[in-house]
Structure formats: structure tokens, C-alpha cells
Nanobody
């Protein structure tokens, strides 16, 4: 089982951008599905973006977020543009679907 470590979170003003990275300890090329989830304070974890053949985004992030991967670097990315306060939360990387590997999360705070 690969280990995943997210990075790139932090404090950003509304309208700003961040790129989250998810580095895997081993090859991710065999995994069809990669995804990012987030959990806002007091709320359940929700799917933000998924790539599994095609891509799927939460309605709230469509047109602003982009999921991508670099198999050569064993890394999954989430480019987040035009960030809003409601994007605040802990972001988790996943490869291999619900029974696959999960990272420990990186905190994104969008605030002025």
C-alpha cells in the first residue's frame, strides 16, 4: 500500500490560488482513480474532484479547481483558483478509490 503525503495548503485571501500536491511513496500508475476530498469544520468529508477515466468535480468547484497527476513523479495535484471562504477545510488525497490509500490531509484556509 502506498503512503500519501499532501502539501501546499495554507492561508490565502479570497480570489487567490493554491496548488496542492500529494506525493506517493510508490508508483501510482496502476491506480485508475485519484481524488481529492475536503472536510470543513463541523461537516462531513466531501468529494471535491475525482479522476477515473474522466473527471468529476463538485458543483461548488467546477471551473475553479483542476485535478491532475504526474505518474513519473508519483504525484497527484489539485490546482485551486479563485478561492472562496467556503473552500476552507482539510483537503485529503486518495488513490485507488475508497479502499485505496489516503493521505493525512493539508489545511486550506481562505480568509481576508
Amino acid at each position: 500500500q502506498v503512503q500519501l503525503v499532501e502539501s501546499g495548503g495554507g492561508l490565502v485571501q479570497p480570489g487567490g490560488s493554491l496548488r496542492l500536491s500529494c506525493a506517493a511513496s510508490g508508483s501510482i500508475s496502476r491506480f485508475v482513480t485519484t481524488a481529492w476530498y475536503r472536510q470543513a469544520p463541523g461537516q462531513q468529508r466531501e468529494l471535491v474532484a475525482m479522476s477515473s477515466g474522466g473527471t468529476k468535480y463538485a458543483d461548488s468547484v467546477k471551473g475553479r479547481f483542476t485535478i491532475s497527476r504526474d505518474n513519473a513523479k508519483n504525484t497527484v495535484y489539485l490546482q485551486m483558483n479563485n478561492l472562496k471562504p467556503e473552500d476552507t477545510g482539510v483537503y485529503y488525497c486518495n488513490v485507488g478509490g475508497s479502499r485505496g490509500a489516503w493521505g493525512t490531509g493539508t489545511l486550506v484556509t481562505v480568509s481576508s
